[in-house]
């Protein structure tokens, strides 16, 4: 099973909006509203953002949204902050495969 | 709180095995799934496999990438996840993450991982 898709870059300027993409296919994201999305910063441990397409851990601020439709998810970041500059990986689960990532985008803030 | 803490990485040569530990605190080990997740150098997350609960039967399940080299196993009453790495190929160099699922189809916690080398 291949990696899901997502642009290598996106950038927006403080207070802006950025919106990353992950595309599978049905077997993964198509099939399943198990679609979470991580926040790696460099060096460090990745950390869950949102879970089950929209849902958001506590203490993860509402700037962060997630949607589906058909094969491609979708992460929004509003209201950009220097803080949010880091690598974002999307993941689905994938039936027999259990789970499969995205190919990572590194956001920059501008 | 809750802590992962991985140990057993180092440099090994193309064919050698080495054994990865996780040593979790802080929950109820025996309540949850854990992980193994990988990333190389400068690239991205990979899953490597999964140790189920005993509530699942301790099924473990494995990436293609891996099968019949690693298992993954755990010691509910040391609270300890392992990982076994057998045949080691010079693609196997990564970090290796040990990750807590948290029961809804997403994993919640991570440990701060631990870099294996296959190199001559």
């Known amino acids: 099973q291949s990696a899901l898709t997502q642009p290598p870059s996106a950038s927006g300027s403080p207070g802006q909006s950025v919106t990353i993409s992950c595309t599978g296919t049905?077997?993964?994201?198509?099939?399943?509203?198990?679609v979470s999305w991580y926040q790696q910063h460099p060096g460090k441990a990745p950390k869950v953002m949102i879970y089950?397409?929209?849902k958001r851990p506590s203490g993860v601020p509402d700037r962060f949204s997630g949607s589906k439709s058909g094969n491609t998810a979708s992460l929004t970041v509003s209201g950009l902050q220097a803080e949010d500059e880091a690598d974002y990986y999307c993941?689905?689960?994938?039936?027999?495969?259990?789970?499969?990532f995205g190919t990572g985008t590194k956001v920059t803030v501008l | 709180e809750v802590q992962l803490v991985e140990s057993g990485g180092g440099l090994v040569q193309p064919g050698g095995s080495l054994r990865l530990s996780c040593a979790a605190s802080?929950?109820?080990?025996?309540?949850?799934?854990m992980d193994w997740v990988r990333q190389a150098p400068g690239k991205g997350l990979e899953w490597v496999g999964r140790?189920?609960?005993?509530?699942?039967?301790?099924?473990?399940e494995y990436a293609a990438s891996v099968i019949g080299r690693f298992t993954v196993s755990r010691d509910d009453s040391k609270n300890s996840l392992y990982l076994q790495m057998n045949s080691l190929k010079t693609e196997d160099t990564a970090v290796y993450y040990c990750?807590?699922?948290?029961?809804?189809?997403?994993?919640?916690?991570w440990g701060q991982g631990t870099l294996v080398t296959v190199s001559s």
């Open positions: 802080g929950f109820t080990f025996s309540d949850h799934d």
């Open positions: 990750a807590r699922d948290s029961g809804l189809y997403h994993t919640d916690y």
């Open positions: 049905s077997s993964d994201v198509g099939g399943y509203n198990y």
């Open positions: 140790a189920r609960r005993k509530a699942r039967s301790y099924k473990t």
């Open positions: 089950e397409v929209s």
């Open positions: 993941s689905s689960y994938g039936g027999s495969i259990l789970w499969v």
